[in-house]
């Protein structure tokens, strides 16, 4: 019986030593591929009289995320591309003369409109070379449809549907709901539009929620509306009846108002790529994945030193280490430590894409930014969002560039505490407390804000948007006064922002990086990503079981429920934007 024990254990170790050498192996050719081709400037690999395979029907991301080899294992992971890859390609697609045009997908594609807007720019510069880009979709989203109109010719499935309706944004409120269940949320906040906790509070939208809410969508949709009618050859007026009264909404309607060039299948929108190559329709053409090119944004070129340094900025703000999607103090503050100390970089570029956070957080991460002043020029770009703490982290710089599109501003405070009292008492369940003086339990989730914690946190609350606000006034060169009439929490769009003095330009991350180049006097450099995140086998472990259990476990009802249960979570003084905003 032992020796089977010994037979069997000795097997099991066999199985699972080459399984992870399996796992390294790969891992190791991955990393050596993935810098071969980080290096390549010259594209040898690429056919001549080729076309860029533009498939952008996935989840785009700002920044490419690291590889994970244990994906491979898992029919759950989540096919992430980087906004800087996609960028990259088309920028080097452009310059090889061997890719003759885009080949571009995009009727689902799933980004965020700032992010879907830099694509788009960078398509509109790619056709400057004289190339040729054709879109085809089988159904195309608003936002995919915003994206593909800069193609030259644009086709969709003869059965194809057409998503063309205008922005909406849903709020949801909880009031009744809490007053049902007995779980709520004690709120104090500072700014008449600081309306993050507004749906704890009431069950209707406030006309100030209301004002703002429609001023940001009425701002996204001139944009997206404009640049559609522009390379529609519409006017905007006529995209706004098409939209009033839904013409559009199949391939027949959508080529009846000129919003499509043609309704053909996908085999004979690939002829027609063939007959812009010059080729037999009996031939078959040659493509390059964007994702081949492996470039980010800009070519590395081992011969130059000098570097603008890209730091991340991405997701909610806490008081935490940091991660691709959290913003914590010490992955934000080493990336600035390193950035200051190497001799190499000469500029940063800080990307931020976050709805902001933790208030304490926030600040520690400014003052890091304030120890470049003077030593090396810092340039924010603004992604989809980048309001509340996400503004309070990007006002000292140099330069602030903004997309219209982007969701900013925000400057306000406020104070979340879960309360669970309702329900405890529907199940039983009594907290009682024994204290040395009235005000020594402080918070507790079992019982009301006692009036001593109230007027503390009130108190603290005050400190903070007086701090928030004195930033502000020293980074944008305002006075006080001028700072609290655009803040008290109110959120602007990029263009509006931009009128109101909360930014210097509307651009994105290439128009961030050029102007980073042109303070630190540079005409060739590197562009280095930061921060540096773990990439070890117990972090890739951790990221691969938090997704495959996130599959298994959503309820249908949890995106209805995220805002509820996202500020559930949340705890203390934060300088965070007013809601959730998603415009489709």
């Not at 694509?119 to 989203?141: E, P, Q, T, V, W």
């Not at 933790?358 to 470049?372: G, H, M, V, Y």
């Not at 509307?506 to 921060?531: K, R």
């Amino acid at each position: 019986m032992n020796f089977f024990k010994s037979f069997l254990a000795s097997l099991l170790g066999t199985f699972v030593a080459l399984g992870l050498i399996s796992v390294f192996f790969f891992m190791a050719i991955a990393a050596i591929a993935t810098s071969v081709n980080f290096d390549k400037v010259e594209g040898a690999w690429i056919s001549e009289n080729s076309v860029l395979d533009l498939n952008l029907n996935t989840v785009v991301v700002d920044r490419s995320p690291k590889a994970n080899p244990f994906d491979n294992f898992s029919d759950f992971s989540e096919v992430r591309v980087g906004l800087d890859e996609i960028l990259g390609s088309i920028n080097k697609a452009k310059k090889d003369d061997k890719i003759k045009g885009v080949r571009l997908k995009s009727g689902f594609i799933n980004s965020g409109w700032v992010q879907t807007r830099e694509i788009r720019k960078a398509l509109n510069d790619f056709k400057s070379s004289g190339k040729f880009i054709y879109a085809y979709a089988d159904y195309m989203s608003q936002k995919g449809l915003y994206l593909s109109s800069v193609a030259d010719s644009l086709f969709l499935n003869p059965m194809g549907v057409v998503e063309l309706k205008g922005l909406s944004s849903e709020v949801l409120y909880f009031e009744d709901f809490q007053d049902q269940y007995g779980v709520k949320m004690e709120v104090i906040r500072h700014g008449k539009y600081k309306s993050a906790v507004e749906p704890f509070l009431q069950s209707k939208m406030s006309d100030e929620n209301r004002q703002q809410i429609q001023g940001i969508l009425k701002s996204v949709w001139e944009t997206l509306r404009d640049e559609v009618a522009a390379s529609r050859g519409l006017e905007p007026e006529t995209i706004d009846a098409i939209v009033a009264d839904l013409v559009v909404g199949d391939a027949e309607g959508a080529f009846e108002q000129g919003i499509i060039d043609g309704m053909i299948y996908e085999e004979d929108f690939d002829n027609k790529i063939k007959s812009a190559l010059g080729l037999e329709l009996d031939k078959d053409y040659k493509t390059v994945d964007f994702t081949r090119m492996n470039v980010r944004i800009k070519e590395y070129n081992v011969e130059i030193d000098d570097r603008i340094a890209v730091v991340y900025a991405q997701g909610p703000i806490f008081y935490s280490e940091g991660s691709e999607k959290v913003i914590g103090k010490e992955a934000i503050n080493d990336a600035f430590e390193e950035v200051l100390e190497s001799e190499k970089i000469k500029a940063v570029v800080l990307r931020i894409d976050s709805p902001g956070g933790d208030a304490l957080t926030s600040e520690i991460i400014l003052n890091a930014s304030r120890k470049l002043k003077g030593k090396k020029p810092l340039v924010v770009s603004m992604g989809n969002v980048a309001a509340s703490g996400g503004y309070y982290i990007a006002c000292l710089a140099d330069r602030i560039f903004a997309d219209p599109m982007s969701v900013t501003g925000s400057i306000g405070v406020l104070a979340a505490f879960p309360n669970i009292r309702g329900m405890a008492n529907k199940i039983g369940i009594n907290a009682e407390q024994v204290t040395t003086h009235k005000n020594a339990m402080g918070y507790s989730v079992f019982e009301p804000l006692n009036s001593g914690f109230k007027k503390s946190t009130i108190k603290a609350i005050e400190k903070v948007y007086h701090t928030f606000k004195s930033r502000v006034s020293e980074g944008r060169s305002m006075d006080m006064e001028a700072v609290e009439e655009i803040a008290q929490g109110r959120v602007w769009s990029g263009k509006d922002a931009l009128e109101k003095g909360l930014v210097d330009e509307l651009g994105g991350l290439t128009e961030a990086i050029a102007a980073a180049a042109e303070l630190a006097d540079l005409s060739a450099f590197n562009l280095v990503d930061y921060p540096k995140y773990k990439d070890d086998l117990e972090s890739m472990l951790f990221d691969t079981f938090t997704r495959v259990k996130s599959e298994f476990t959503e309820h249908p009802l949890e995106k209805y429920a995220s805002e509820f249960i996202e500020f559930s979570q949340l705890e203390g003084i934060l300088t965070r934007i007013p809601y959730s905003i998603k415009m489709e």
